[in-house]
């Protein structure tokens, strides 16, 4: 899950990582008050969950009043386009109005988990601000690495060794130190996937201010943080995913046109392959899982037919704790119910795989049934043959 940079600035202060005095607002003249509140000059800072904002406009220095006024009226409610965010850009729903630090450097800082070594790592570098991915394109060596032991956590000596490394002015280095412990305990005790600062700055006063604040969470772990579920934007998500996670789907949206509804992980991604394997593309990740009702199958088959992009749906389940007659019952009752046009290639084996079979077979709408992997491969590249290339 993500948040916004105003939520992640509150945890920030929460865990006493230094940012500036800001406030988020959501009209116009809103802006303007807390802009005079805070004191001149002010950052007006687009609130949308992609990055790149500053590179696409949404960030703005201003000196007075007028200033805020005429940032807020460009910013607020347009679609912000970054090089994050893809052609349609993202509506700006909220503006942080932050009084603006004085920055002298920008430096990189962040802790996310390096999947190759099964740790915490924590990057950072000189060279921050908004042109970080070009630097760790062209200058890997320009991005410096401290891994957390599993057992022990970051150690100071770690971070000390960072903050070092970041060729800070004396004076800067113990703070530095104990920032990046900050950080990378913030990230454990909230449970994160990435807490990242970008930049953090060094004021002409030699200070460390966070300036950018984004944070991504382990959704497996929020059960644990009840007020950081509260967080969640459901505007900034896509809204199929929403639909889906209400009741417990585990459904990603894709970019190809073959709507799949797989029970297991395991064999959704092998469907996936399958799928690719016959020269079509899935349009979705839709994992029901083991233990899905008829109501769950229906939901996920609307979310299916509900996407514009897909052309024939693929359910492929193998009946296990989720009996194939259930499953059967809930992919009628939903394709009665929508009406669906589009080709339905069902793959069905397991407990009571009979009984399912008779009940898609008498159902009286036109399903294709495949009595194996193979066949229903076959059957879904002939349903798009059309569609593809
Ligand atoms: P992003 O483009 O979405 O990553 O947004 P950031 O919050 O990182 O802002 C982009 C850039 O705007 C930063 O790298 C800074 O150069 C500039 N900026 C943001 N806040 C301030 C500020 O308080 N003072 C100054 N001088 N520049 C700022
Ligand atoms: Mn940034």
Same mark, same amino acid.
């Given at each position: 899950m993500k948040i916004h940079e105003y939520q992640a600035k509150e945890l920030f202060r929460k865990h006493g990582l230094p940012v500036a005095p800001s406030k988020p607002v959501t009209a116009v003249g809103e802006a303007v008050s807390a802009a005079d509140e805070l004191g001149y000059p002010v950052v007006v800072k687009a609130q949308i969950h992609?990055? &790149? +904002? &500053?590179k696409g406009g949404g960030i703005a220095l201003v000196h007075d009043a007028d200033g805020v006024k005429e940032a807020a009226e460009r910013i607020l409610g347009s679609a912000l386009v970054t090089p994050q965010t893809g052609p349609e850009g993202r509506v700006v729903r909220t503006?942080? $109005?932050? %009084?603006a630090s004085d920055i002298a450097d920008e430096l990189y800082l962040a802790v996310t988990v390096? +999947? #190759?070594r099964r740790s915490i790592v924590v990057i950072a570098s000189r060279a921050g601000g908004v042109n970080i991915e070009e630097t760790a394109a062209k200058d890997p060596d320009a991005i410096l690495k401290e891994w957390a032991d599993p057992a022990i956590g970051l150690r100071p000596f770690q971070a000390h060794r960072l903050a070092r490394k970041l060729g800070l002015p004396a004076?800067?280095? +113990?703070? #530095?130190? %104990?920032? $990046?412990?900050?950080?990378?305990k913030l990230f454990c005790v909230e449970d994160c996937s990435l807490a990242e600062i970008n930049p953090l700055a060094i004021t002409s006063q030699g200070e460390l201010v966070a300036v950018d604040a984004k944070l991504n969470f382990d959704d497996n772990a929020l059960f644990r943080h009840k007020g950081t579920a509260e967080l969640r934007d459901l505007d900034e998500e896509d809204p199929l995913e929403v639909e889906a996670t209400a009741v417990n789907l585990n459904y990603i949206k894709l970019d190809g046109n073959v709507g799949c509804l797989v029970n297991g992980a395991g064999l959704a991604m092998a469907t996936m392959d399958l799928i690719d394997h016959v020269g079509a593309r899935p349009a979705n990740f839709l994992d029901v899982g083991g233990g899905a009702t008829?109501?769950?199958i229906e939901k996920g088959f609307r979310i299916l037919v509900d996407d514009p992009d897909v052309e024939a749906v693929f359910i492929n389940i193998f009946g296990g704790i989720l009996r194939c007659d259930v499953l059967a019952e809930g992919v009628v009752a939903a394709a009665k119910a929508v009406d669906v046009k589009l080709p339905v290639i069902v793959r069905l084996e397991g407990t009571n795989v009979e009984e399912g079979r008779k009940i898609l077979n008498e159902s009286g709408l036109a399903f294709g049934t495949a009595k194996d992997l193979r066949e229903a491969a076959q059957m879904v590249g002939e349903a798009v043959k059309g569609a593809v290339q």
């Amino acid at each position: 899950m993500k948040i916004h940079e105003y939520q992640a600035k509150e945890l920030f202060r929460k865990h006493g990582l230094p940012v500036a005095p800001s406030k988020p607002v959501t009209a116009v003249g809103e802006a303007v008050s807390a802009a005079d509140e805070l004191g001149y000059p002010v950052v007006v800072k687009a609130q949308i969950h992609a990055g &790149g +904002r &500053g590179k696409g406009g949404g960030i703005a220095l201003v000196h007075d009043a007028d200033g805020v006024k005429e940032a807020a009226e460009r910013i607020l409610g347009s679609a912000l386009v970054t090089p994050q965010t893809g052609p349609e850009g993202r509506v700006v729903r909220t503006l942080l $109005i932050e %009084k603006a630090s004085d920055i002298a450097d920008e430096l990189y800082l962040a802790v996310t988990v390096d +999947r #190759a070594r099964r740790s915490i790592v924590v990057i950072a570098s000189r060279a921050g601000g908004v042109n970080i991915e070009e630097t760790a394109a062209k200058d890997p060596d320009a991005i410096l690495k401290e891994w957390a032991d599993p057992a022990i956590g970051l150690r100071p000596f770690q971070a000390h060794r960072l903050a070092r490394k970041l060729g800070l002015p004396a004076e800067a280095i +113990r703070p #530095a130190t %104990k920032l $990046i412990l900050q950080l990378y305990k913030l990230f454990c005790v909230e449970d994160c996937s990435l807490a990242e600062i970008n930049p953090l700055a060094i004021t002409s006063q030699g200070e460390l201010v966070a300036v950018d604040a984004k944070l991504n969470f382990d959704d497996n772990a929020l059960f644990r943080h009840k007020g950081t579920a509260e967080l969640r934007d459901l505007d900034e998500e896509d809204p199929l995913e929403v639909e889906a996670t209400a009741v417990n789907l585990n459904y990603i949206k894709l970019d190809g046109n073959v709507g799949c509804l797989v029970n297991g992980a395991g064999l959704a991604m092998a469907t996936m392959d399958l799928i690719d394997h016959v020269g079509a593309r899935p349009a979705n990740f839709l994992d029901v899982g083991g233990g899905a009702t008829a109501e769950m199958i229906e939901k996920g088959f609307r979310i299916l037919v509900d996407d514009p992009d897909v052309e024939a749906v693929f359910i492929n389940i193998f009946g296990g704790i989720l009996r194939c007659d259930v499953l059967a019952e809930g992919v009628v009752a939903a394709a009665k119910a929508v009406d669906v046009k589009l080709p339905v290639i069902v793959r069905l084996e397991g407990t009571n795989v009979e009984e399912g079979r008779k009940i898609l077979n008498e159902s009286g709408l036109a399903f294709g049934t495949a009595k194996d992997l193979r066949e229903a491969a076959q059957m879904v590249g002939e349903a798009v043959k059309g569609a593809v290339q």
